[in-house]
């Protein structure tokens, strides 16, 4: 200590931790509007009415509405209605507000030039990571969010499990959802995530493009490059046996 040997922790500011919470409110919010929806679509599957989201459209609605229903049925589909409409305009409130934070950092503003990042997820990703300089490498932060597989070694034997889920599951909820909209979008993301899938299955190949986001959003966040720049120079542009990026 004398020396100053240890490194320094980073502790979020009072700012940060209370728009955490926002965050955390929103997502607890959809949760509750998820199990909603999940019970208004049995009522309808038991009355042989199967229109997956298009139930929510008006029509749906409508429909849904007009099901001849024993009278408790009856109520518990007037309750969770009512319920959902109250959930809606929440919802709609608390995503504008992480619009207008996100519109505050510039490094949010910068992740969402990134194809399939959104004002949620690149908000969340500045507020847990805090500072990009205090990692080193994308394998760092891959760690701190727990998406690296577990380890049970021994000897010469190598056994890899599940991932490590440590860190935040907020955020690491956010990126594999955010990196299945890269998928979608990016053709080489695609493909990439198509040969994992084959080879490890869905689940694996999800979570190994949502390393991959993480990684990129944080070399982005470091170098201070928007996409464009790091599509051009690479995520190692400037560093030894690459020094001029990827031409």
Known sequence: MLKDDFPRIWVPSWENRDVRQLLWHRHRIVQMRTRVMNQLQAVALNEGVRRKKALWRPAGRIQLESLGLAPWASRRRHDLLELLDRLNPSIAQLTKAVEQEAEKCSEAQRLMTHPGVGPLTALAF??????????????????????????????????????????????????????????????????????????????????????????????????????????????????????????
């Open 126 to 247: 500045v507020l847990v990571i805090g500072t990009a300089e205090r990692f080193r490498c994308g394998k760092q932060i891959a760690s701190y969010l727990g998406l690296v597989p577990s380890e049970d070694s021994s000897g010469d034997r190598r056994r890899l499990g599940h991932i490590w889920k440590q860190g935040n599951s907020l955020l690491r909820f956010l990126l594999v959802e955010a990196a299945q909209v890269t998928v979608r979008s990016n053709q080489e993301w695609r493909s990439k995530f198509f040969h994992l899938a084959m080879r490890r299955g869905r689940k694996i190949a999800k979570v190994a493009m949502a390393r991959r986001l993480a990684i990129r959003l944080y070399w982005m966040w470091r170098k201070g490059w928007n996409y464009e720049q790091l599509t051009q120079f690479g995520s190692h542009a400037g560093q030894p046996g690459n020094p001029h990026g990827v031409q």
